[in-house]
């Protein structure tokens, strides 16, 4: 960084800023900037846990799930400012920094970051996520009452069914859990990336599956959900994975190595 830059960072953040930036003469400023916030959520974190907090009070203070804490503080994503002053918020610190000043950081820095979803995003991704994970799945706080939520073949309305659905799942794996990746929205729509991880342990049954004794099998399953809002909910749902990779998790199908093998073996 030139002279002339750091000093114009300078002027706008103050020395603490300042500080957080001695040392580091990389030429991209975005990198400089990850970096400076990296250093704050460190010091951060420690502060977390000199007061006793964990992650899931933190979360909940944000309104965000647990998982988006823990990728901030091992470093797997790199927070925005404004994430910076709600987390400091939440452990009973500070920053100062003021929004408007923040502001002039990012303009000056040329950022160009994902914008930070809504409070009404924020709130069904934390009932969505930590509702599955703890066992405390409210439908009525998510969902539409005339709801539709078509996940592969299988079509569910209303609450009954929907909760009847996510049941079959924490039945056959009583350790599963969801771990959001990430997360983008318009005005009405919510799509949202995660993982669904567990162990079978018990009889599954869905649409696509007939009764499935358990097989025992650890499953990692990346999926994507795509929810329209209406008045706050969720009135549609619709809900996207590989069947093929969730049925050879469970070994019950060959996978695509294997079926080549066997394809190679039936013309020999």
Known sequence: MDANRRQRIT????????????????????????????????????HRIRSGLNQEEIAEKMKVPPSVVSRFEGGKNNPTLLTLVRYAKAVGGHLAFSPKLLEKVEDLLDLDEKPEL????????????D????????????????????????????YDEVRAYF??????FPDSRIELVDAVESPERIVIEAKFSGTHRAQLQAGYVAW???TGRKIDLPFCTVLDIEGGKAKYQRGYFDQVTFLVQLGVAPSPAQSSHLRGEVHT
């Open 11 to 46: 002027d706008v953040g103050g020395p603490s800023l300042q500080r957080l930036l001695s040392g580091v003469e990389a030429q991209d400023p975005q990198f400089e900037l990850n970096l400076a916030a990296q250093r704050i959520m460190a010091q951060l974190t420690r």
């Open 118 to 129: 809504s409070e009404t995003a924020d709130h069904l991704l934390h009932e969505w996520v």
């Open 131 to 158: 509702g599955f994970n703890r066992r405390t799945f409210r439908v009525e706080h998510i969902y539409a009452p005339d709801c539709v939520v078509s996940v592969a073949n299988t079509t569910m309305r209303g």
């Open 167 to 172: 049941e079959i799942f924490v039945h056959a």
């Open 212 to 214: 499935m004794p358990p």
